[in-house]
């Protein structure tokens, strides 16, 4: 406001000296020649000149200079602060990048670690069960071990049943004697225990 006021003063000032000026050109129309050559107009004109250089001077240094010094300094501190933002952001994306950086090592390292325990686990789940099947497998095969041997026995006493009285029926027929049973067992035995032997070699 103070300003348009000073300009508004000096714009009225340089108006009042053109009107001035104007009718000092008009007294001196009826004169020949032309008036700004004329000598004695001269100290008038050179007077006018240092006024109007000054009025000049004084709008530009106190009205036309601080504005553009006001809007320079306007523009200068806009750049400084988007400067300031822009480094203020890229220390936020590099605070960002770096947190999320370390958030991704530390679950790649939960991660590995997760997979090492459930790897372990599952190796110990799997011995376990192998164990527990072996165990198994392992009494089946004493149960079935121990059925064989059972059955074994079973068709080696049929056997010497039948060895038995196929030896008396055979001493019988071939010499007429009739062996006893006690007799026939004890042969059968005997002849057993020397084959067992020769089947194992």
């Known amino acids: 406001m103070k300003n348009q006021n000073k300009l508004y003063r000096c714009l009225t000032a340089v108006s009042a000296i053109a009107l001035m000026t104007n009718s000092a050109f008009a007294a001196d129309a009826g004169k020949p020649g032309l008036p700004q050559l004329d000598v004695t107009t001269w100290p008038s004109q050179i007077f ?25 300094e306007e523009r200068r501190k806009r750049l400084d602060d988007d400067l300031a933002k822009a480094r203020e952001a890229s220390e936020d994306a590099a605070k960002i990048r770096a947190g999320y950086e370390e958030t991704l090592e ?5 991660a590995a670690a997760y997979a090492k ?26 149960a079935a071990e121990a059925k064989l041997s059972k059955a074994r026995a079973e068709a080696m006493e049929s056997l010497n049943a039948v ?21 026939a067992e004890k042969t059968v035995k005997s002849l057993a225990k020397t084959m067992t032997p020769q089947e194992s070699n």
């Not at 009025?55 to 320079?72: E, Q």
């Not at 530390?106 to 939960?110: D, G, I, Q």
């Not at 007429?176 to 049973?181: D, F, N, Q, R």
């Open 48 to 72: 006018w000149l240092i006024v109007l250089f000054a009025i000049g001077y004084v709008i530009m240094s106190r009205i036309v200079t601080p504005r553009i010094g006001s809007v320079l």
């Open 117 to 142: 325990e459930a790897a372990a686990k599952a190796t110990q789940s799997a011995e376990a069960a192998n164990a527990k099947l072996s165990k198994k497998l392992a009494t089946k095969a004493q």
């Open 106 to 110: 530390t679950a790649r390292a939960e």
């Open 163 to 183: 060895a038995v009285e196929a030896a008396i029926a055979a001493t019988q027929q071939l010499t007429g004697i009739k062996a006893t049973k006690a007799q």
